[in-house]
C-alpha cells in the first residue's frame, strides 16, 4: 500500500503517569522516511518524558510546523534540504528557543563544526543507537550540547588549529565596494537601518550583505566583525560612507525678502 504523504500536524497526547506536572520534552521529526519516523516514534512511545507533537518529510512542512507547534527539540534530517547549513540557519533566525538535533547518514568533520557554528546542540548518525539519541534529546532539551566521541575529537582539533594560527596573520579577504562600505558602516557604531539611508538601499538589503560578509570573513556577529577589521586591516582608510543625502528645500509661499538683522541668526 502506497504510503500517504504524512504533514506537519500536531499529536495530543495525554501525559504519563510519571510525567511530573505533565511536563515532558516535546519534540518535532523532520525527516524524508516514513518508517524511520514511525520507529522513532515507538522509541519514544515508552520514554514519559518525551513526546512528539509533530511531524514533517519536506523543508517546507518542517519550517511551517517549527512555527506552529510549541517544541523543546526539532529533530532534523540534513537530506531533507539540499543546503542543510542555509536550513538550519533559517531555521534558528525564526525560531531561536528551537534547539536542534541534526541527522545525518554519515557525518563528516566539515559539515559537523559548521552546523554546530550555526546553532546545533546535536548531530547524530542514523545508525545511533535508542539509548543514546534519548540520552541526547534529554541533554539538548536543557540546552546543552550533546557530541560523541568523533565529534568531540573534531572540535577539540578545530580549536588546537584555531589556536595555533591565533599569532599568524589571516588570509586577506576580498570584499565588494557595497560590501566595504557597509562594513565601513557597521565599525562606526551605525545600525541596519541608518546604514540603508547612508548607502541608499533597504533595511533588509543590508542585513543580505551583512550574512555574507558573516560568512566570507568567518565571523558571527558585529562585534566579532569589528574586532576582525580591527586586527586584519582589512578597511582602508580611504573608504568612508557616504554623506546623508541633503533634505529637499522647503517652498514657501512668495513673500517679499525682509532683511535680516546683523550678527543674529535667522529662524527657520
Known amino acids: 500500500m502506497a504510503s500517504t504523504p504524512v504533514t506537519a500536524r500536531v499529536d495530543v497526547e495525554q501525559p504519563h503517569e510519571g510525567d511530573a506536572n505533565g511536563q515532558f520534552i ?4 523532520a525527516d524524508t522516511q516514513a518508517i524511520f519516523r514511525a520507529g522513532l516514534r515507538k522509541i519514544f512511545a515508552v520514554e514519559d518524558d518525551l513526546r512528539v507533537v509533530g511531524q514533517a518529510e519536506t523543508l517546507p512542512q518542517t519550517m511551517s510546523a517549527a512555527k506552529k507547534f510549541s517544541a523543546d527539540v526539532l529533530l532534523f534530517e540534513a537530506a531533507i534540504a539540499s543546503n542543510p547549513i542555509e536550513a538550519v540557519t533559517d531555521l534558528l533566525r525564526h525560531n531561536p528557543l528551537l534547539r536542534l538535533v541534526v541527522v545525518t547518514a554519515d557525518p563528516d568533520q566539515e559539515l559537523t563544526l559548521e552546523l554546530f557554528r550555526r546553532g546545533v546542540h546535536a548531530i547524530v548518525s542514523r545508525e545511533v543507537e535508542p539509548e543514546m539519541l534519548v540520552d541526547c534529546l534529554r541533554k539538548v532539551s536543557k540546552g546543552e550540547p550533546w557530541l560523541d566521541g568523533r565529534a568531540t575529537q573534531w572540535v577539540l582539533e578545530a580549536y588546537r588549529t584555531q589556536g595555533s594560527r591565533a599569532g599568524a596573520p589571516r588570509p586577506k579577504v576580498q570584499l565588494t565596494p557595497k560590501e566595504t562600505l557597509i562594513v565601513s558602516c557597521v565599525t562606526q557604531g551605525m545600525k541596519n537601518k541608518e546604514i540603508a539611508v547612508r548607502v541608499g538601499t533597504t533595511e533588509q538589503v543590508v542585513k543580505n550583505y551583512l550574512r555574507k560578509v558573516y560568512d566570507k570573513l568567518g565571523v558571527a556577529d558585529r562585534l566579532e566583525l569589528a574586532l576582525y ?40
Open 26 to 29: 516535546r519534540v518535532i521529526l
Open 229 to 268: 577589521c580591527l586586527n586584519s586591516r582589512i578597511l582602508d582608510s580611504s573608504v568612508k560612507p557616504p554623506a546623508m543625502p541633503e533634505p529637499p528645500p522647503r517652498t514657501t509661499t512668495a513673500e517679499a525678502p525682509q532683511p535680516a538683522a546683523p550678527d543674529t541668526p535667522e529662524t527657520i
